[in-house]
């Protein structure tokens, strides 16, 4: 590496080096390795946030959770904790207690909407009025879906609301009719196609087009200059403008969408699953999904997803699923090949599918016949691979393209400890999973 080369970058005190940011090392001590693994606690702690802000509407918390929040930030202010090997101890705990934050989500949801069901969603738009929500705030959902209530207007889900479906208590509402697009960053496109209005109720958010900034509102966290922020629930500004839109027509048929499936529907098909394991018609599980981001290189896992063998059954989550979901992937004895488990915090039902199914198996987790294949965007996805790391999963594969924060250094700790792979050509990738499982 030059020796002027960019090693790690902070700027967070007025030791800063040329008052601008240290960058090869600390003016305070602080070497490299030492300043991504404070990044990486900040991020990490920064996706429980996001999580337990969403537990929080539903009216959930848990002082724990408060409490190690309080402890990471404070571990990473200026002159606190140059110990790297505690920093990664606390990474650690940081995926514990996002396993915590996502169950505390999940119950809340349970709890307030039911279970999810597998269900299908339409993808293009009925007749009338329509509204379109993005984000994953299901409470910000579920009052829109309130306040709409037989007015004639029908409310869509994109990207990571698709999985409200699922939900007995969203699903009830007869004009949730479908879901419009795919992840986040279809936004420009779809907006500008779809003359409705749109109500943001978290990440992820893009910077508008003129064409449809008027039609836009966000909730919650969620701001951007020149769009009308809603402050609480109160919708009304969204369900006026949406009345003032033109109607839409009837739609040609598109491929419906499958989501919904909850931990307990998947566990309630692992007596199939051992028989179809044990005579050799399911010889693999993947989970592939997580942040996606609008790179060339993650249609990486459409290809992936499209070349898996017929045996094998793919568990999905959070907006990465778009990349795939559209594809009829079939059935085995009843067991279906794509089971799409939710948004991304519904990670945690994909480690309590996975543990059943150790159980199930009568194997640990290392031994199941599992990959999982994650592409990473954002820092949600951080707290979500620490989970994975914490419960000792190894050999996970990663992509499109890492975050910029994690260096060689870095990667090589996760390699060295976790055996952490970087995706590379599917084929390849699929062919050396097989050959290794052998
Ligand atoms: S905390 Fe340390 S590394 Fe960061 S800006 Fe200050 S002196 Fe530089
Ligand atoms: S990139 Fe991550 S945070 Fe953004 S919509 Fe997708 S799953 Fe959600």
Redesign the pocket.
């Known amino acids: 590496m030059a020796e002027n080369e960019l090693k790690m970058f902070?700027?967070?005190?007025s030791?800063?080096?040329h008052g601008s940011?240290?960058t090869v090392k600390?003016?305070?001590g602080?070497d490299s390795t030492t300043?991504h693994l404070q990044d990486n606690l900040t991020f990490a702690g920064r996706g429980i946030s996001a999580y337990a802000y969403h537990a929080r509407e539903l009216g959930h918390s848990d002082q724990q959770i408060d409490a190690f929040l309080t402890d990471a930030g404070y571990t990473v202010v200026?002159n606190v904790n140059f110990d790297p090997e505690n920093l990664l101890d606390r990474a650690v705990e940081a995926g514990r207690i996002n396993l915590e934050t996502m169950r505390l989500l999940k119950n809340a949801h349970i709890e307030a909407y039911g279970e999810p069901q597998p269900t299908t969603a339409k993808t293009t738009p009925a007749s009338g009025r329509g509204i379109i929500a993005t984000g994953h705030s299901l409470k910000a959902l579920e009052e829109l879906l309130k306040q709409t209530s037989g007015l004639g207007i029908n409310v869509y889900t994109h990207s990571e609301l698709l999985p409200a479906h699922g939900y007995p208590g969203l699903r009830k509402f007869p004009h949730l009719v479908g879901n419009l697009g795919g992840a986040w960053f279809d936004q420009k496109q779809l907006f500008s196609d779809h003359d409705m209005a749109i109500l943001v109720t978290s990440n992820c958010l893009m910077p508008p087009l003129g064409k449809y900034r008027d039609r836009m509102f966000t909730t919650g966290v969620t701001r951007m200059p020149g769009v009308c922020h809603i402050d609480g629930f109160d919708f009304s500004p969204v369900i006026e403008l949406a009345q003032s839109l033109s109607e839409y027509g009837d739609s040609d048929e598109a491929r419906d969408l499958t989501t919904g499936f909850s931990a307990s529907t998947v566990i309630s098909l692992a007596g199939q699953i051992k028989k179809l394991v044990g005579n050799g018609r399911i010889s693999r599980f993947f989970l592939v999904g997580g942040c996606d981001a609008p790179l060339h290189e993650a249609q990486y896992y459409r290809d992936f997803v499209k070349n898996l063998p017929p045996d094998s059954v793919v568990l999905t989550l959070a907006c990465g699923k778009f990349r795939f979901n559209d594809l009829d992937l079939g059935e085995i004895d009843g067991v279906p090949r794509l089971i799409d488990l939710g948004q991304c915090n519904d990670a945690i039902v994909a480690v309590d599918v996975v543990m059943s199914l150790a159980e199930t198996l009568g194997v640990s987790i290392d031994e199941l016949p599992l990959t999982i294949a994650l592409t990473w965007m954002e820092q949600k996805a951080v707290a979500i691979f620490w989970s994975l790391l914490a419960l000792d999963i190894k050999g996970i594969y990663l992509g499109p393209v890492l975050p910029a924060w994690i260096d060689e250094q870095v990667l090589s700790i996760l390699k060295e400890r976790y055996d952490v792979r970087l995706i590379g050509d599917p084929g390849s990738d699929r062919d050396m999973i097989f050959q290794e499982a052998a």
Do not use: F, I, L
């Not at 902070?10 to 005190?13: K, M, N």
């Open positions: 902070c700027y967070q005190c030791q800063a080096a940011g240290c600390g003016v305070c602080k300043s200026t």
